[in-house]
């Protein structure tokens, strides 16, 4: 079964269930139990599964970036670091503007073709300009799952063995 090189996510309504710009208040920290939490005491998480699709991509050795048009830049990069994500990340590109720079710069980042890639979104604008490029993309509709990471395996290994 073929795999893609590189695993790209989205942030906001993919890994996790808000806005990092608008529904939650920066800075965040972890509170005395643990859990992340914004400034105004209220706790912020991932969607459940997405530990379980990071530990699967790292196993199969599969690298891991994410793309993120949002201009609370240091607030993503804080949820990253307290959810320890960002020591599974290859490269982040985080930034307002088109997907279409974010994947061109994770192009030369990484020297992978846009084929090796697979991208996953909450936003139908985003999974059609990234298409174009020629990278794999799988809609999220409620939150990044095993089940559309499994999907979304199953439709690059498909493609690679030159099914459309």
Aim: with cysteine; hydrophobic share 40%; proline share 4%.
């Amino acid at each position: 079964m073929a795999k893609p090189k590189l695993v790209v996510f989205d942030l906001d309504y993919t890994l996790w269930p808000f806005w990092v710009d608008t529904h939650v208040d920066p800075p965040f920290r972890k509170n005395r139990t643990g859990e992340v939490e914004d400034s105004s005491g209220r706790p912020v998480r991932l969607y459940p599964e997405v530990g379980a699709v990071m530990q699967r991509l790292q196993h199969d050795g599969i690298l891991i970036a994410v793309a993120s048009r949002t201009g609370e830049v240091e607030g993503a990069n804080q949820l990253l670091r307290l959810f320890k994500l960002d020591q599974l990340l290859c490269q982040r590109e985080i930034y307002t503007g088109s997907k279409v720079t974010h994947f061109r710069r994770l192009h030369e980042g990484t020297g992978l073709l846009y084929n090796q890639m697979i991208f996953f979104d909450d936003e139908e604008r985003n999974i059609l300009e990234v298409g174009k490029l020629g990278v794999l993309t799988v809609l999220v509709p409620r939150g990044m799952t095993v089940k559309l990471l499994d999907d979304g395996l199953a439709e690059f290994s498909r493609q690679a063995a030159g099914g459309r």
